[in-house]
Every structure is written in structure tokens, then in C-alpha cells.
């Protein structure tokens, strides 16, 4: 950000208030669209945890990254769906990590092991919901068919249906209002069920006739079921048994967008937290190995609590330290180094939502536009569930930031008795680390259709670079 005078403090310098982003972005605004161009680009083709990771890798090899824990830029990936990078700093490495750890998991519907169901002249696939959803807000709207199938020969189809041009879609078909008055009474929670987020499939009738006619005036025998199979075989060349143990996620279809006649807002699937993972990658990319040793981390699984071998409770990351540790400074205890290592826990926060303004404790609540947000702690009513940052590690990164004149704000997730949520932050202080969260604040998280500022997007991305510069 420009190096504007700084105005958070009162004509004494004593008050505190958190300063807009878009007053102090001047000449860097061209810089600031090119930027968010290119991450609207990334999130229209990164929509899964796989797809994330695969983006990730490529882009730190090509930036010269090596899987190989000798070379100085270490990149590892587990099971495709987390990834660890490291730039070897000159900063001993007894001395920890900068680390920042994002989530590339989003919330979404998953199809079942068995999901073909036709009933009345429709086929349907049947999903299970993963994460936190508002079952409504998937009702009525094009999805893409996202993922693996694995055949039995070991062989992997990757699949990304429903995206291009010319490609077919899928969706929920959501009850027409003439039929709804009996679920407008109902409780939300009660209106829409899990069960019944079925997505619409197909419909051609094949018959079983080998003419393809029917006689006389019985139903006629054949199913959709059959014609659909056909055709994920010629597609695909796989059968019913392949989807049994497939990957398959039913995320938003199309492209993330500008927002507002103003383009200042950028809306999209999945910004919670592929938001964090692309600013954090950006600072990666653009650090340097003067310093401390500079890493990142995206783990999978944190919608739904961060467990599994690719989630944040699991040992990969302290697998990965001890590998770098015995290439880089043989001798020295990898549980050192996590000690002395400052994380950032990179995730997105509610910001206040103009329409529902009284669920916020507005002093203490994220604003689109004033930068990345820290929380010092997370969880819910009575700080339970939560690491909290030290005093002294929170008053160091403030006065990083400050110092480059990059924009911050803090907040807590809602009011004290009925807001929270967690993050990666307790999973990391596990190892003894100093961490806080930080990162940029959305409306409408966890929706098909998420909105970030573009200003906050940049202003996070400077942010963490900021942190890895310092020593
Ligand atoms: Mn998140
Ligand atoms: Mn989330």
C-alpha cells in the first residue's frame, strides 16, 4: 500500500481506528486488479482440494521447487490433497519457520457410494453434504460434477464436468411455490433435508427393446439408468462399481466475477479459504531465502473438522519439518523448530453483513475494505475450542504490518454468546508454536457464491509477505 500518512490513531496519536484500504491503495490499484484478475482466474479452475494441490505444485516447480527435501525450495504433497513448500532461509533454522497454513477444502455436496436413484422419469444422484451448508442455497442452481474415479486396475479418470461452454450441467430442482405452503411453516432447519439434496442426473428413457420400440399398451421396459451408464462408459470408460469408491464433489458451475458496477467485490465458489492459499502462494512465490525459512501449508478436511492422514490433526507437517530439518541442519531437533516457529493461521472471517448488522458486535467485528482481519482466538462462548495468540507475538505482527503501512483490523466471529467457528490455529499451537489467525473478511462464507473485497485481497497478500520478510 502507498505510503499515505498514517491516520489510524486521533490528532494526539492516542485513539486507535482501523483505516479503509481502498484510501490508502493509490498507485497501487492497477497492480492491486492485475492481482485479483489472475486469482478470479485461479478460482474458476481451482474447485476441489486435488485440484488446489495440483495448481499449488505445479506453480512452485515451475517456480523451481523440488520434491526432493535436499533442494533449498522443498515442495511435498500427501495423497494429492495437502502440500507442504519450504524456501530454505539463511536464518538458522533452529531459529523456526514463517509459516502460513491455509485450508484448500470448501463446503459442498459429495456424491454417495451408490448415488444412481431413478424415480418418476427423472434420474437423480444422491449426495452427502460435506461441511457446514445452507442446504436451501443449493437448491435451483447449476452444479459441475468435480473428482476422481479410480478403476479397479489402479487407473484414475479425472473428471471436471460442467464447467465449459457446451458442457451439460447439473442441478437440485427445488420445490415449485404452489406446492411449497406447508414447508414456508416449517423451521428452516426442518424445510430442507439432507437427504433429499439429490442431484438431477438424466432423463432419456432407454428401452430394452432392441428396435428401441414399444408394443402394445404396457409401461414400456428400459430404464434412464441404462442410458446414463452407456454413457459414462463411452465418456469415461467406466461402470456402476467405479462410483462406489470415486471422489466425486458437486460444486458451483461457472466462473468467479467482479461484483458491483464498481468491480470492487469478487464473488465466487470457495474463497473460504482458496483465498488464503492463493495470497499465501503469491507471498511464497515472491519471498526470498535472505531471511528466516519461509513455508506454507494447505491442509484438507478443515470444513469438517480437520481430521484424516490430509487434515490438520495429522502428522504430515511435523513429517515434513523433520525432513527438511535432517537436509538443512542435520544435528538440530525438528521439535525445536517447531517451537520456535510463527504461524500464521490463514483463514477468511465474517465480515459484518449490512442486512443482519445486529448478529455482529460491531467493535469487534470484520468491515470489507480495512484489510486482513486478525483473530487472536477463535472457538465459541467462552474462548472454548480455541488457541489464543500471546500478547507479544500479536503486538510483533502488528508492528510488521504498520511498519510497510499495509492496512490490518480485528475481530471476533459474532457476538460473545452466539457467534464462532474455528480455524487451523489450535492445530498448530499443538507443536507449541506462536500463531494467530489472519485473513481477509467474507459475506455470504460458505455460500455457492462467497463475495471477498478486492482491496482486502491484496492487502492480504502484502500482509504475508510482510511476514515473511521479517526476520
Ligand atoms: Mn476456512
Ligand atoms: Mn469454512
Not at 451408490?114 to 422419469?121: C, H
Not at 502488528?398 to 464462532?420: F, M, T, Y
Not at 498448530?428 to 457464491?449: C, E, K, N, T
Request: hydrophobic share 40%; net charge negative.
Amino acid at each position: 500500500m502507498n505510503q499515505k500518512e498514517n491516520n489510524k490513531h486521533d490528532s494526539q496519536g492516542l485513539a486507535y481506528n482501523p483505516r479503509n484500504a481502498w484510501l490508502l491503495c493509490g498507485d497501487d490499484e492497477e497492480k492491486m486488479r492485475a492481482f485479483t484478475s489472475r486469482y478470479l482466474d485461479f478460482l474458476s479452475v481451482c474447485k476441489t482440494e486435488r485440484e488446489t494441490v495440483r495448481y499449488v505444485e505445479e506453480t512452485l516447480k515451475k517456480a523451481g521447487f523440488k520434491n526432493d527435501p535436499k533442494a533449498d525450495c522443498y515442495v511435498a504433497t500427501l495423497r494429492g490433497k495437502a502440500l507442504f513448500a519450504a524456501r530454505r532461509g539463511k536464518t538458522p533454522l533452529e531459529k523456526g519457520l514463517s509459516l502460513i497454513a491455509a485450508h484448500a477444502d470448501s463446503p459442498r455436496l459429495d456424491l454417495k457410494q451408490r448415488p444412481l436413484l431413478e424415480q418418476v422419469d427423472v434420474l437423480q444422484a444422491k449426495t452427502h453434504y460435506y461441511g457446514g451448508i445452507r442446504k436451501y442455497q443449493w437448491l435451483s442452481r447449476p452444479l459441475a460434477l468435480h473428482g476422481v474415479v479410480v478403476k479397479e486396475s489402479g487407473e484414475t479418470v479425472q473428471i471436471a464436468l460442467g464447467e465449459e461452454e457446451g458442457d451439460p450441467v447439473f442441478c437440485v430442482a427445488d420445490l415449485l411455490p404452489h406446492l411449497a405452503q406447508k414447508q414456508v411453516e416449517q423451521s428452516v432447519k426442518d424445510a430442507f433435508e439432507g437427504e433429499k439434496l439429490n442431484i438431477v442426473f438424466g432423463h432419456r428413457f432407454v428401452s430394452d427393446e432392441k428396435d428401441g420400440t414399444e408394443k402394445g399398451d404396457e409401461e414400456p421396459k428400459g430404464s434412464i439408468k441404462k442410458g446414463i451408464l452407456a454413457l459414462l462408459h463411452e465418456k469415461y470408460g467406466i461402470r456402476e462399481e467405479d462410483l462406489i469408491t470415486a471422489e466425486l464433489e458437486v460444486v458451483p458451475s461457472g466462473r468467479a466475477r467482479t461484483v458491483g458496477l464498481d468491480r470492487a467485490l469478487l464473488g465466487g465458489y470457495g474463497q473460504d479459504d482458496r483465498i488464503c492459499v492463493f495470497t499465501a502462494l503469491e507471498a511464497l512465490l515472491h519471498g526470498d531465502g535472505n531471511g528466516r525459512t519461509q513455508a506454507v501449508m494447505f491442509w484438507d478436511k478443515e470444513e469438517i473438522g480437520s481430521d484424516g492422514a490430509t487434515g490438520a490433526s495429522s502428522r504430515f507437517l511435523q513429517y515434513c519439518v523433520e525432513d527438511i530439518t535432517e537436509s538443512w541442519a542435520p544435528g538440530t531437533s525438528p521439535s525445536h523448530v517447531l517451537l520456535n516457529t510463527w504461524a500464521l493461521s490463514a483463514d477468511v472471517t465474517a465480515a459484518i453483513d449490512p442486512d443482519f448488522q445486529e448478529l455482529h458486535e460491531k467493535q469487534n467485528a470484520a468491515r470489507l475494505g480495512y484489510g486482513p482481519c486478525f483473530s487472536k482466538f477463535t472457538g465459541s462462548r467462552g474462548k472454548y475450542g480455541s488457541s489464543e495468540a500471546d500478547a507479544e507475538f500479536f503486538a510483533r505482527l502488528r508492528g510488521i504490518l504498520n511498519a510497510k503501512n499495509i492496512p490490518w483490523q480485528v475481530a471476533e466471529l459474532g457476538k460473545v454468546d452466539s457467534g464462532g467457528g474455528g480455524t487451523v490455529a489450535l492445530f498448530l499451537a499443538a507443536w507449541g508454536m506462536q500463531v494467530i489467525d489472519l485473513g481477509p473478511a467474507l459475506l455470504a462464507m460458505h455460500s455457492p457464491f462467497e463475495l471477498s473485497s478486492a482491496v482486502d485481497v491484496y492487502a492480504t497478500y502484502l500482509a504475508y509477505q510482510s511476514f515473511f520478510a521479517a526476520m
